[in-house]
């Protein structure tokens, strides 16, 4: 049952991943490390900011 139980788990993570749930996570890890005591954005400004730059650079990307 933990095996099928661990298995799930790892499913719901890389799916997540996929779909960018710990995108912010990792983007406030980032900045709190190599940028310490300067403005961090919200996390609405984030995805805002995110999208602009996908949408101003589309490079390879399905949609």
């Keep these: 049952m933990s095996g099928i139980l661990a298995g799930l788990t790892a499913i ?3 799916v997540g991943d996929v ?3 710990s995108h912010y996570e ?3 890890a980032h900045h709190r490390r190599h940028h310490p005591g300067t403005p ?5 400004e984030y995805w805002r900011d ?3 730059e996908a949408d101003a650079n589309p490079g390879a990307r399905c949609c």
């Design 12 to 14: 719901r993570r890389y």
């Design 50 to 52: 995110r999208h602009a």
């Design 26 to 28: 990792r983007y406030v």
């Design 40 to 44: 961090l954005m919200s996390e609405r």
């Design 19 to 21: 779909m960018g749930d």
